[in-house]
């Protein structure tokens, strides 16, 4: 199984490790507005950007989701959602308090079946029964077609990577530009 460090402590992670070329599995996660089931992975009509952060009340998965709702923005055609083990309440408040309008902020804390399912529960050490940092792209057919895995939990992902993935893997528009495409 994966390993990741905080702080230069090797942290083990387990569940099962999902890696580039593998299905996505298909979870539901609780959407902190309104507290709706959400699904992620699996196909889709629309690539998934899936961020994992441990939780959005530290200084560096705060800033990851304000940049990853800043320039995801921009890339058509990608289903944007942040996971992590925080509240569904405190994620809401984070997202008012934010300004997080250009994804969607998602809670694992009822069973931890994504931590699970894409192996990024931290296992033991200072933040055992939370996520690790992680990045997955997820393709239309529900292949994963990226994934990054953090080394260490309090540095960010390499945000042009994951970002030029989620384009790629984004459905291409076929509209000719004579105006008469939905």
Known sequence: MATVTLKGNVCNLCGTEVNVGDNAPEVTVVNSAGLADKVVGGAKDKAQL?????SLDTPVC?????????????????EVTVVSMDLPFAAGRFCSAEGIENLTVASDFRNK??????????????????????VFVVGTNGKVVYKELVPEITAEPDYDSALNAAAAAAPKSTCCGGGHCS
């Open 113 to 134: 079946d994504f931590a699970k399912a894409y192996g990024v529960l931290i296992a033991d050490g200072a933040l055992a029964g939370i996520t690790c940092r992680a």
């Open 62 to 78: 705060a800033s990851e989701t304000r940049k990853f709702n800043e320039k995801a923005a921009a890339i058509s055609g990608v």
């Open 50 to 54: 899936i961020v994992v952060v441990p």
